[in-house]
Each structure stands twice: as structure tokens, then as C-alpha cells.
């Protein structure tokens, strides 16, 4: 049966274009996806960021079918089902210290929406309900819901949507290409970009801020390191004013930058950790939001038989996706797939860094296993090359990412030094055949 590509209206496509010549995915196995017409092709972007431990990986596949088969779903207010609880378990256990609970969504979206709402609660239970306003950043990207394009700062996914939140400030940016251009790792310059904060507090007041929301690296909008320094003083800031510090760390969860989360990486403790993706390996929908205890326990409080917090999913927890996280954090843990992203960040530093000098290469960004290659735009068609080099890099057999014109790469993390040179030597003679 020929297959109907109409009804399908697909999810920040070029939707006409695809159905004009449409690219599929049948089968994936280990760092491969295989192709409609049956080519392997090697995946430098982990999915979409997700697939942290490959693909169809056993352990994960396994429990995801035992569990369809034990207990399919159980409400999710009101009642528990074992595996949610030993998640959220192994959860806190892996986060760093003083994060003590962890509450279920299906999304990096849902989880930005309920970080955002919990800490607005959070300071109406302290009897600070004045604290509503929300401080996101440009080029910040926590997902589409409504609170998270009024906090997030990529012009094209809020313009066309009204008046979104109200109360809602940017920091500036920490994208220095002048000054830190090829910069290897944390970029030095930028830290000053943090002070910007100081200036939204004298300008709102302090006590009506409610949370500052940041990707600790921003990935998105095209692999944002924060320069040395940063972070450290958006957390100095923020705690000096009673502030809550959110880090989504959605795309920095798991591994990515070779260790457990961002937060542990670069030694900033926030008070909300928003997470999803690598949580289940991509398989199965789950987020998480990760908090301290000095939040969770705010909220108990008043007569016992009452909800402490009106907010929640149908899905929160679901029973599979308990299981399919579970798999995965098990599956991290044996394989040492956080450690072997570290020890190969040097060495994809390297390879990525041997790019300089190409056509059209303006910057180039890396660390862990995540790295991005900015590329000069067409005069008056911005966006056009590096989706050209997409659409190449697809028929050479291997899968990269694109925003803008920079293309943004992060494999599984059980890729070796050979694939690493595959996806390069590809990615370079994409490079050399752009207009
Ligand atoms: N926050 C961050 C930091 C993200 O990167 C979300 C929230 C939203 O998650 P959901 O699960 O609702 O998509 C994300 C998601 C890309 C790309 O290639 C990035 C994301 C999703 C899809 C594509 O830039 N990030
Ligand atoms: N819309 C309607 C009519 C519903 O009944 C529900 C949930 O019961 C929702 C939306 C929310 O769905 P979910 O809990 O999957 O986010």
C-alpha cells in the first residue's frame, strides 16, 4: 500500500519539502538507524539528543515488554505502582547531593511547566505568593508549552503565539563568537553576562521574582557553552535574593557531558533540576523534575488528607516508562556510559577541532560528547547551507543535526574512536562540497 504522507502534519518539519522527497527510518540498532530504501545510517545526534545508550538496547526492550505484560498502567493520583517509586528512587540517588525528590511528566516541556509552576507555589506556600516572575534567557530553549516559550528566548517559536506569559524577563545571551571563536571546552569570556541579573532585580524588585530558569549549556539554539565563571554567579546572585536557580537539564542529563548532570559537572547546585530524554534512552515519553527537600517540604503541610500540589499527568509515572528508565540507569551504570563519554572527550575535541579551516566554518564548539560547527550563512538565504548539508550528510549515510546555520552533533554514548572518525571524515567532505 502506498503510504499516505498527508494526514500527518509533522512536528517542526519543513513539511512540504519532506513529503516532496521524504526521509524514513524502518529499523535502528546500536549507533545505526536503517533507511526506508535499507541504507545504515550512523547517528551523530543520538535521536534527537535521547537515545543515550544506542539503540534497541536489550536490557531496555526487555523490561519495556516484561512490564506491558505485568501491569500495563495504574492511575497515577492517588494510587502507586512499585517501579515509579524505585525510580524516583535511583533518581535522587544519582543527582547531586540536596536533591532529595523527583516528580514524573512525559516531556522536557511538561517538566519546564511544572518546575516553573512549583516554584511559583513554592514561595506562595512561604507566604511570599508576591514571587511570580520568571527570568529565562535569549536563545534559551525549554521546550513549547506556553510557560516554556515565554521563559525561553528563540524569536521563531514565540512570535506567532500572542501575548504568552506576563512577568516574564531575558538575560542576555552568553554567545561571544568575537571573543571566543575555536575556544576548546568552556569558553573564558562571559561570565560578566550573569551581572545582567543583577540589573532585572533593581529594575523588578527582588521580591517579586519568583525563579531564574537556565540551560546550564545550551543546546538547542546550537551548543551554548557558559563561559568559566557564569553559572557560579547566577547561583551567587540568585541565592543572595531569595531566587530559585531552575537548570533544565533535558539535553545535559545523562551523560552528555560525561557525567551524571550539569550541575555536578560544573560544581552549581540549583534548587529544581528539570530532566527528560536520556531518563528513558528516547524509548518511552518520561520527564522528571528534580528538587530539594527545603522545596517538597514547604508543601507539606495543612490536614493530611488533602493534595498537597494541584498539578500532575495522566501519565506521570507510568508504569512502562518506570520500567523503561529503569532499564536505562541500569543500563549507564554497567556500561559505564558516562565514563565513556569522558574519556573520549578529548580525543572528539580533537576530531571535531580538525574541521577549522574548511569552507564556511565560523566557530566550533565542543565538550563531553556534544559539539556544534557554525557555519557562515548564504547572503539573504540564512539556514539554507546548513540544511543542505543535512540533507547530504543524510545521503552520505549519517545523521547530524541542524539550527540555524549551525549544525549540532551528539552520538550515543557508546560510540568508539572509529566512529568518531567516520562521522568526521564524513561531516568534512560534506564541508568541502557546500556552496
Ligand atoms: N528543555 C530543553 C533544554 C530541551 O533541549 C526541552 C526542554 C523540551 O523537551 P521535549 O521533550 O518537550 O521536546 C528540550 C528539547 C534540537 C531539539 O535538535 C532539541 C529538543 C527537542 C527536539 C529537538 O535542537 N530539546
Ligand atoms: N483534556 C481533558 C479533556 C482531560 O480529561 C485530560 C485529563 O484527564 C487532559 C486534557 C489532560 O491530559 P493529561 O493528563 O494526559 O495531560
Same mark, same amino acid.
Given at each position: 500500500?502506498?503510504?499516505?504522507?498527508?494526514?500527518f502534519?509533522?512536528?517542526?518539519?519543513?513539511?512540504?519539502?519532506?513529503?516532496?522527497?521524504?526521509?524514513?527510518?524502518?529499523?535502528?540498532?546500536?549507533?545505526?538507524? #536503517?533507511?526506508?530504501?535499507?541504507?545504515?545510517?550512523?547517528?551523530?545526534?543520538?535521536?534527537?539528543?535521547?537515545?543515550n545508550?544506542?539503540?534497541?538496547?536489550?536490557?531496555?526492550?526487555?523490561?519495556?515488554?516484561?512490564?506491558?505484560?505485568?501491569?500495563?498502567?495504574?492511575?497515577?493520583?492517588?494510587?502507586?505502582?512499585?517501579? *515509579?517509586?524505585?525510580?524516583?528512587?535511583?533518581?535522587v540517588?544519582?543527582?547531586?547531593?540536596?536533591?532529595?525528590?523527583?516528580?514524573?511528566?512525559?516531556?522536557?516541556?511538561?517538566?519546564?511547566?511544572?518546575?516553573?509552576?512549583i516554584?511559583?507555589?513554592?514561595?506562595?506556600a512561604?507566604?511570599?505568593?508576591?514571587?511570580?516572575?520568571?527570568?529565562?534567557?535569549?536563545?534559551?530553549?525549554?521546550?513549547?508549552?506556553?510557560?516554556?516559550?515565554?521563559?525561553?528566548?528563540?524569536?521563531?517559536?514565540?512570535?506567532?503565539?500572542?501575548?504568552?506569559?506576563?512577568?516574564?524577563?531575558?538575560?542576555?545571551?552568553?554567545?561571544?563568537?568575537?571573543?571566543?571563536?575555536? #575556544?576548546?571546552?568552556?569558553?573564558?569570556?562571559?561570565?560578566?553576562?550573569?551581572?545582567?541579573?543583577?540589573?532585572?532585580? *533593581?529594575?523588578?524588585? *527582588?521580591?517579586?521574582?519568583?525563579?531564574?530558569?537556565?540551560?546550564?549549556?545550551?543546546?538547542?539554539?546550537?551548543?551554548?557553552?557558559?563561559?568559566?565563571?557564569?553559572?557560579?554567579?547566577?547561583?551567587?546572585?540568585?541565592?543572595?535574593?531569595?531566587?530559585?536557580?531552575?537548570?533544565?537539564?533535558?539535553?545535559t542529563?545523562?551523560?552528555?557531558?560525561?557525567?551524571?548532570?550539569?550541575?555536578?559537572?560544573?560544581?552549581?547546585?540549583?534548587?529544581?533540576?528539570?530532566?527528560?530524554?536520556?531518563?528513558?534512552?528516547?524509548? @518511552?515519553?518520561?520527564?522528571?523534575?528534580?528538587?530539594?527537600?527545603?522545596?517538597?517540604?514547604?508543601?507539606?503541610?495543612?490536614?493530611?488528607?488533602?493534595?498537597?500540589?494541584?498539578?500532575?499527568?495522566?501519565?506521570?509515572?507510568?508504569?512502562? *516508562?518506570?520500567?523503561a528508565?529503569?532499564?536505562?540507569?541500569?543500563?549507564?551504570?554497567?556500561?559505564?556510559?558516562?565514563?565513556?563519554?569522558?574519556?573520549?572527550?578529548?580525543?572528539?575535541?580533537?576530531?571535531?577541532?580538525?574541521?577549522?579551516?574548511l569552507?564556511?566554518?565560523?566557530?566550533?564548539?565542543?565538550?563531553?560528547?556534544i559539539?556544534?560547527?557554525?557555519?557562515?550563512?548564504?547572503?539573504?538565504?540564512?539556514?539554507?547551507?546548513?540544511?543542505?548539508?543535512?540533507?547530504?550528510?543524510?545521503?552520505?549515510?549519517?545523521?547530524?543535526?541542524?539550527?540555524?546555520? @549551525?549544525?549540532?552533533?551528539?552520538?550515543?554514548?557508546?560510540?568508539?574512536?572509529?566512529? @568518531?572518525?567516520?562521522?568526521?571524515?564524513?561531516?568534512?567532505?560534506i564541508?568541502?562540497?557546500?556552496?
Amino acid at each position: 500500500m502506498q503510504n499516505d504522507l498527508r494526514a500527518f502534519w509533522m512536528p517542526f518539519t519543513a513539511n512540504r519539502q519532506f513529503k516532496a522527497s521524504p526521509r524514513m527510518f524502518v529499523a535502528a540498532d546500536g549507533m545505526h538507524y #536503517t533507511t526506508a530504501d535499507g541504507r545504515q545510517v550512523l547517528d551523530g545526534t543520538s535521536g534527537l539528543w535521547c537515545c543515550n545508550a544506542g539503540h534497541n538496547q536489550p536490557k531496555i526492550v526487555e523490561a519495556i515488554r516484561q512490564q506491558a505484560g505485568e501491569l500495563d498502567y495504574a492511575p497515577a493520583f492517588q494510587i502507586g505502582h512499585p517501579k *515509579a517509586f524505585q525510580l524516583a528512587t535511583r533518581l535522587v540517588d544519582m543527582a547531586p547531593d540536596g536533591i532529595e525528590h523527583a516528580f514524573f511528566t512525559n516531556s522536557g516541556s511538561e517538566s519546564v511547566e511544572t518546575a516553573l509552576k512549583i516554584a511559583i507555589a513554592y514561595h506562595r506556600a512561604r507566604g511570599e505568593g508576591q514571587r511570580t516572575r520568571l527570568i529565562g534567557r535569549e536563545r534559551g530553549y525549554h521546550g513549547v508549552n506556553f510557560g516554556g516559550i515565554s521563559v525561553g528566548g528563540i524569536v521563531s517559536n514565540r512570535k506567532v503565539f500572542g501575548s504568552l506569559l506576563t512577568g516574564v524577563d531575558h538575560l542576555p545571551d552568553t554567545h561571544l563568537p568575537e571573543l571566543n571563536a575555536f #575556544t576548546k571546552g568552556q569558553p573564558e569570556h562571559g561570565a560578566e553576562r550573569a551581572d545582567a541579573l543583577e540589573k532585572i532585580i *533593581a529594575l523588578h524588585g *527582588a521580591e517579586t521574582i519568583a525563579a531564574v530558569i537556565v540551560e546550564p549549556m545550551a543546546g538547542s539554539t546550537g551548543v551554548l557553552l557558559p563561559p568559566k565563571g557564569y553559572l557560579q554567579r547566577l547561583r551567587e546572585i540568585t541565592k543572595k535574593h531569595g531566587i530559585l536557580l531552575i537548570f533544565d537539564e533535558v539535553i545535559t542529563g545523562f551523560g552528555r557531558l560525561g557525567s551524571s548532570f550539569a550541575a555536578e559537572h560544573f560544581g552549581v547546585m540549583p534548587d529544581l533540576m528539570v530532566t527528560a530524554k536520556g531518563l528513558t534512552n528516547g524509548v @518511552i515519553p518520561m520527564g522528571a523534575v528534580l528538587t530539594t527537600a527545603e522545596i517538597h517540604d514547604a508543601f507539606m503541610t495543612g490536614p493530611q488528607n488533602l493534595i498537597e500540589l494541584f498539578h500532575g499527568y495522566t501519565y506521570s509515572g507510568n508504569p512502562i *516508562a518506570s520500567a523503561a528508565g529503569l532499564a536505562t540507569l541500569e543500563v549507564y551504570k554497567e556500561q559505564g556510559l558516562f565514563e565513556n563519554a569522558a574519556a573520549l572527550e578529548s580525543y572528539w575535541q580533537e576530531a571535531i577541532h580538525a574541521l577549522r579551516g574548511l569552507p564556511h566554518v565560523v566557530d566550533i564548539r565542543n565538550m563531553g560528547l556534544i559539539g556544534a560547527i557554525e557555519l557562515e550563512p548564504i547572503a539573504g538565504a540564512p539556514t539554507k547551507r546548513a540544511f543542505q548539508a543535512f540533507l547530504d550528510a543524510f545521503e552520505a549515510g549519517l545523521l547530524i543535526r541542524t539550527t540555524g546555520d @549551525i549544525i549540532a552533533l551528539s552520538p550515543p554514548l557508546i560510540i568508539n574512536k572509529a566512529q @568518531i572518525d567516520e562521522l568526521f571524515g564524513t561531516l568534512s567532505q560534506i564541508l568541502k562540497g557546500l556552496d
